[in-house]
């Protein structure tokens, strides 16, 4: 009864997850859009040092030109950066959430079928192997070059790119760490069902 | 597979049904099944000592190797 309880409160507690990444997911579109028609709205927007979007409410005003971004502290603001750069930065943003999303689902999936008890079954082997696979793309994607970003100043009307970036390599550590897990899980979990299966035909 | 059950063959031998022998060792008909079918992977001595009792026969009359 305890094991049951806990159970569905990190269900719920895997939805409430699930409902925060799907908020985001939308805002990280509706932001896309909103500021191609309202720009303003979004002058203390920037791009932390760890390739986060955030609202800086220190910001008043974007750097008009090169040399006035030089006497700054340099940040990456949101409004100055180039259409690629921004679509290519909140899309690989927006990968990440669905695919944290699908990973959570399925582990939400993976505790409803535990309410039974009854752990050592195909369908949970199948779940981890998605997992698997989606942690793996997450990661291949992360090794692509989107955190470049390039800026656009105008000097006498004419285009100037400034390209900055954040290196991040926390991911070479922490991502095999979580594939490796996953996978260990799943071997264990499909000898699991060898042995019920062979405990199951036991007569 | 190399090892046969002959549990079919006692069972017409002694005249009892599949159904009557089950209640009698306390197994479900289901696995009754499973084990003439010859898809059990293993079966516990308590199992084939009730079965010899039941049957009044050895275990040798209910299992039998045979080469592939």
Redesign the interface.
């Given at each position: 009864m305890k094991t049951e309880r806990k159970i569905i409160l990190s269900s719920h507690f895997l939805k409430f997850i699930m409902a925060i990444l799907f908020v985001t997911g939308i805002s990280l579109v509706v932001i896309y859009f909103h500021s191609l028609n309202s720009p303003e709205k979004y002058t203390s927007l920037i791009i932390s040092k760890n390739n986060g979007l955030i609202f800086d409410s220190s910001i008043k005003e974007i750097p008009k030109n090169y040399d006035e971004w030089k006497n700054t502290k340099q940040l990456i603001h949101f409004n100055l950066l180039e259409n690629f750069t921004k679509v290519r930065f909140l899309l690989s943003k927006f990968t990440n959430v669905v695919g944290y999303f699908f990973i959570i689902f399925l582990f939400h999936k993976f505790l409803k079928n535990a309410l039974t008890l009854q752990f050592f079954f195909e369908s949970n082997i199948k779940i981890l192997n998605k997992i698997l696979y989606i942690l793996l793309g997450l990661f291949l994607l992360k090794l692509l070059p989107f955190n470049l970003y390039t800026m656009v100043f105008f000097k006498n009307g004419l285009p100037h790119y400034v390209s900055k970036s954040h290196m991040d390599l926390n991911f070479l550590f922490y991502y095999p760490l979580y594939i490796i897990f996953i996978y260990l899980l799943k071997i264990v979990f499909k000898r699991g069902q060898e042995l019920k299966t062979e405990n199951d035909l036991t007569i | 597979m190399a090892i046969i059950v002959n549990l079919d063959v006692m069972l017409a031998k002694r005249k009892m049904r599949s159904k009557e022998l089950a209640e009698i060792i306390g197994?479900t008909t289901a696995?009754?099944s499973?084990?003439k079918s010859g898809?059990?992977?293993?079966?516990?001595f308590s199992?084939l000592e009730a079965i010899c009792k039941a049957l009044d026969c050895q275990p040798s009359d209910i299992l039998e190797y045979q080469e592939d």
């Open positions: - | 197994i696995n009754l499973i084990l898809k059990a992977k293993a079966i516990r199992t």
